[in-house]
């Protein structure tokens, strides 16, 4: 048990539908990532959030969006569904920032999200 | 442009050899390493990391390599067991660089025979 918590674990829409997936990242991380994984594919970054703040973002769609809230969980959400957004989500969280001692990422079981 | 390459989709290795698992990565930027296993219907679990700074860092079976000057970077697993059968993912920052983001190479499937 990584400590990070997901939810839904699986999550079937139509096409044209808008999802929220949600993330507590483990006890006393600032730091939240999100990652999506479609079949055979590796993770693609899409966004990072530090103590609220947006520090980096990957190639995320417009359609997509996510925050972090005051008490560090996080919510990634996505709109106009499209078939191709079916996909594993994943989130991470880390102590700090990237780099040694605090940046080890720590991942959370994923998302199924199935877009019909 | 995949910054982080894993070229080999699947490996297969005795029970008791060593396991090695390669990693290339395109950005000279890149400072920090990381390597992680993944199961099936699981979220990766870190297994060990590396700065730029070392050229090599242990933890207990695992092992991984850096060298810089060809951006490349490899993990070793001796021995090798069934239960290291899973698909490992190495990941790459630019720590410095204030983007804080690790990019992931696609992963390769070890299966370790019994």
């Known amino acids: 048990d990584s400590g990070v918590t997901q939810t839904p674990k699986h999550l079937i829409t139509a096409t044209g539908q808008r999802v929220t997936l949600r993330c507590s990242p483990r006890?006393?991380?600032?730091?939240v990532y999100w990652y999506q994984q479609s079949l055979d594919q590796g993770l693609q970054f899409l966004i990072q959030?530090?103590?609220?703040?947006?520090?980096a973002k990957g190639n995320i769609l417009e359609r997509f969006s996510a925050q972090q809230f005051p008490d560090l969980h996080s919510e990634l959400n996505l709109s106009s569904l499209e078939l191709g957004d079916s996909a594993l989500y994943f989130c991470a969280s880390s102590l700090g920032l990237a780099g040694a001692g605090t940046g080890e990422l720590f991942f959370g079981e994923g998302s199924r999200l199935t877009v019909l | 442009d995949q910054q982080v390459k894993q070229n080999s989709p699947s490996l297969s290795v005795q029970e008791g050899r060593i396991s090695i698992l390669n990693c290339d990565y395109t950005?000279?930027?890149?400072?920090?390493f990381l390597w992680y296993k993944k199961y099936p219907a699981e979220g990766p679990t870190f297994l060990i990391s590396i700065s730029s700074i070392k050229d090599k860092n242990e933890d207990g079976r695992f092992t991984v390599f850096l060298n810089k000057s060809a951006k490349h970077l490899s993990l070793h697993i001796v021995p090798s067991q069934p239960g290291d059968s899973a698909v490992y993912f190495c990941a790459a920052s630019a720590t410095r660089s204030g983007t804080y983001k690790y990019i992931f190479g696609t992963g390769t499937r070890l299966k370790v025979l019994a």
């Open positions: 950005n000279s930027m890149f400072d920090y």
């Open positions: 959030y530090y103590n609220g703040e947006e520090r």
């Open positions: 006890s006393g991380d600032l730091s």
